[in-house]
């Protein structure tokens, strides 16, 4: 069973930088990402990135701005954010279970979720 666990946000000013971090437990063999969540809005895919080869996927209000990574042996991933907006203020959490296509990233229905971590940008 997989286990993921989330830290690296907190409060940043606009324009400065977060990297997020999942740290996983378990096998991980699989696309894992990011997806977003603000009070009143929807969950919001964010960023992917697959097992091999490591290709990467962007929502498009992220994209530029944001680089996923993954380490393997460390089974761990990344999500760098620079230029940070505040209506990049949200929880983010890291999945375990991600299928991405040309049309776009979602969740499976067997996915592993993270408990999340707030990202907080200040104008």
């Known amino acids: 069973q997989v286990r993921l666990v989330e830290s690296g946000g907190g409060l940043v000013q606009a324009g400065g930088s977060l990297r997020l971090s999942c740290a996983a437990s378990g096998l991980t063999l699989s696309t894992m990402g990011w997806f977003r969540r603000t009070p009143g809005k929807e969950r919001e895919f964010v960023s992917a990135i697959t097992w091999f080869p490591p290709n990467e996927y962007y929502a498009d209000s992220v994209r530029g701005r944001a680089t996923i990574s993954r380490d393997n042996a460390k089974r761990t991933v990344y999500l760098q954010m620079n230029s940070l907006k505040p209506e990049d203020t949200a929880i983010y959490y890291c999945?375990?279970?991600?299928?991405?296509?040309?049309?776009?990233?979602?969740?499976?229905?067997?996915?592993?979720w993270g408990q999340g971590t707030q990202v907080t940008v200040s104008s």
């Open positions: 999945v375990a279970g991600v299928r991405c296509s040309s049309s776009g990233c979602s969740s499976s229905t067997d996915a592993t």
